[in-house]
């Protein structure tokens, strides 16, 4: 795919003849007129890089290019300034505001070309390598009403509270609920994206549909709209999505849903984890022996699966951590106490639990089993398969 270059400048004819000494040597051109534009195309269209004009009636490129150095999502994409000033101030001024090269107009096409090249693919082999970049942890209930959603935000909540990069992708079609917990309303990227034909399921096409809470959390919704359950999608499709976010985010959090799915079964070793949310009822607990033996069946050797408790139980005496390792015949990674009023009040402010009381036990809970993931990832033993 073409990379893409985003061209800002208030002179129409400018914005034309380096759009057009772009496109001939094949790259992918958008175009803003004006600095507040070319913040918003920025943040939107996330371009590979931006040729910034200095003088603009609204916003001169130097605050532009401040701003979008200030900007999370922005601060990472090179920026070259173009002007028809020459004077040595004025190029200390733009690398000053956070540009990383400077030309003066008139500019010769191969000169353009040249310093493009350069800047691509300076920026490229500048991009840090994380060990847990691309790593994907699965999410998955035995039944309805376990918490596997609220498991599945507060990992990735944790992570972002942790300075990681996480992306949230739920893929429970009509019965989304994150959206509605973030106060994100009904998104509906994840049916936008799998409705599209594989070879079109590329990282942009996701970044268009991805939508970010207050928090810094991105996330590809499912609505809870009754009809986007009768979306008919490839499996493929669904691999093409797991693929393209790898790229994207670190880590990567899946709500797959409850129970064994086509969708579940088949991306399950797509998941660096996998982690089964059961709670200590007996017919969970059942039900969970099963299922875990199904997905023993098709699970790849280092795929690691984490079985966590939230323990929901009305009795007052709950089975123990023992008790339930006994029962599945599988070591517990972690047992969350959800608190109902504590997850009410969190879901009334539109935030992850994790993020709206981050001393209380649940969170306590959820963000050490989100670390533990995490350092499994950075340093996974020799041969590891953990259950």
């Known amino acids: 795919m073409a990379e893409k270059i985003l061209v800002v400048d208030d002179d129409l004819d400018s914005l034309k003849l380096i759009g057009l000494m772009l496109q001939r040597n094949g790259y992918e051109v958008i175009a803003a007129n004006a600095g507040n534009q070319a913040i918003a195309k920025a943040a939107n269209e996330r371009p590979d890089l931006i040729i910034l004009d200095v003088m603009m009636p609204d916003m001169n490129g130097y605050e532009v290019c401040r701003r979008l150095r200030k900007n999370a999502d922005t601060k990472g994409i090179p920026i070259i300034m173009f002007t028809a000033k020459t004077l040595i101030d004025d190029k200390v001024a733009g690398f ?151 790229t994207m985010g670190r880590p990567l959090v899946f709500d797959l849903g409850c129970g064994l799915t086509s969708t579940s079964v088949g991306l399950q070793n797509e998941m660096d984890h996998l982690v089964v949310v059961v709670d200590p009822m007996p017919v969970t607990l059942a039900m969970a022996r099963e299922l875990l033996a199904e997905l023993d069946t098709h699970r790849a050797e280092q795929n690691k699966m984490h079985v966590v408790v939230v323990n929901r139980a009305a009795s007052s005496n709950p089975p123990s951590w023992s008790d339930v390792e006994q029962m599945l015949g599988r070591e517990i990674r972690a047992i969350v106490s959800l608190a109902s009023e504590l997850v009410y009040q969190a879901t009334h402010a539109q935030s992850p639990v994790v993020m709206y009381q981050p001393t209380a036990i649940a969170s306590s809970q959820m963000i050490k089993l989100a670390e533990d993931i995490s350092a499994r990832v950075r340093a996974p033993a020799s041969g590891e398969v953990t259950t």
Do not use: C, W
């Open 96 to 246: 000053e505001a956070g540009a990383d090269d400077y030309l003066t107009k008139p500019t010769h096409p191969a000169e353009l070309a040249s310093r493009v090249k350069a800047i691509l693919a300076r920026n490229v082999s500048q991009r840090p390598v994380s060990a847990n970049r691309g790593t994907t942890i699965g999410v998955l209930g035995v039944k309805g009403g376990v918490g596997t959603t609220t498991i599945a935000l507060n990992i990735a909540a944790a992570r972002l509270m942790a300075g990681e990069n996480p992306i949230i992708a739920d893929f429970r079609l009509g019965n989304g609920s994150l959206g509605l917990q973030l106060g994100l309303g009904h998104s509906e990227g994840m049916a936008n994206v799998l409705s599209k034909p594989v070879d079109e399921i590329r990282p942009r096409l996701i970044e268009s549909e991805i939508v970010t809470h207050n928090s810094g959390l991105r996330a590809l919704l499912s609505s809870a709209r009754a009809q986007e359950t009768y979306l008919d999608y490839s499996l493929e499709a669904a691999h093409a999505i797991v693929q393209a976010l790898k």
